[in-house]
């Protein structure tokens, strides 16, 4: 089976054994799997000790998001094309596997397409703000990361991406992990967070049809908002199952393919 894990930058600085030791397991059973990473928080640490300030906007669709120039785009690649992805290898080489990270720039892994202007709202205004580097994905190297899995390697994919111009740009870490997984064919994605799964008055929500997770979307804020947007766009593009789960416990993949206490959302 092959499995695409997202890995939420809201646990990137936890302790990665429980990951890497649950990787090892699921590939010695003959899984193939390809790791997708953020690091949204790493990357406001590091611009802050840099001296750059990092600018918040609410896009007028409702998602909050960074404001990214030209200078906030290249922290990005540096942290998550770097400390944090080679975080990730080294986790995984602890456990004996052998990982190969890349970003989503090195071999076209994430091509984007530039936003440029953004459209704000701010105190009750529509702004339209330009010099931004953020893009959407439009393709993505399946070759590339399959030629990897087929050799056995774990791809570990930042989630930065490349423009037309050759920009470095700020993309969804979700919704780029969600397009991948369509491209590669991959059954299953999941995403890995800090909460047990999509929470409605405290509780998980288990078992989501595609259409009431749409309907849902207008219920749920934040970070978890866009995470049942991406695993909505996962599922049109061919996967078969959406899992979001907590990336915090013993065996976060493993519990997370059995279906244990985590959100899963099926056609
Ligand atoms: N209904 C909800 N159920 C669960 N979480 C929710 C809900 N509404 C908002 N959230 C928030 O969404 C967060 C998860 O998304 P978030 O984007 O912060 O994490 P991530 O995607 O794992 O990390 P990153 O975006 O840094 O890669 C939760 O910690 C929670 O605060
Ligand atoms: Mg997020």
Redesign the pocket.
């Known amino acids: 089976m092959k499995i695409v894990v ?7 600085d936890q302790d990665p054994r429980p990951i890497a030791q649950d990787v090892k397991a699921l590939i010695e059973r003959g899984e193939k799997l390809v790791l997708v ?5 790493m990357v406001t640490e590091i611009a802050e000790k840099m001296g750059k300030e990092q600018r918040f906007v609410t896009s007028v669709s409702g998602f909050r998001s960074r404001y990214t120039d030209k200078e906030t785009a290249e922290i990005y690649t540096m942290v998550i094309g770097g400390l944090l992805n080679k975080q990730i290898v080294a986790a995984l080489f602890r456990e004996g596997i052998s990982g190969v990270g890349l970003s989503g720039i090195d071999g076209k892994i994430f091509k984007a397409e530039r936003k440029e202007k953004i459209k704000i709202k701010e105190g009750g205004k529509v702004l339209i703000v330009d010099g931004d580097y953020t893009g959407r994905v439009v393709e993505v190297n399946a070759q590339l990361v399959n030629s990897l899995v087929e050799a056995g390697y774990v791809p570990i994919i930042g ?1 930065v991406a490349i423009g037309e111009k050759g920009e470095f740009l700020n993309i969804d ?2 919704r780029a992990a969600a397009s991948l997984a369509g491209a590669i064919k991959s059954d299953v994605i999941i ?5 047990a ?4 008055e405290g509780k998980v929500l288990r078992n989501l049809s595609a259409e009431e997770a749409e309907k849902l979307i207008e ?9 049942v947007f991406a695993a909505l766009e996962a599922l049109r593009a061919g996967v078969g199952k959406a899992i979001i789960a907590s ?1 915090l416990r013993p065996q976060p993949i493993t519990e997370a393919l059995r279906e244990e206490e985590c959100t899963v959302i099926k056609q």
């Open positions: 997202k890995i939420g930058g809201s646990i990137l990473h953020g690091g949204a928080k989630s870490g979700d995403f890995l967070t800090d909460v799964g999509v929470l409605e219920r749920i804020e934040g970070g978890m908002r866009r995470k990336g």
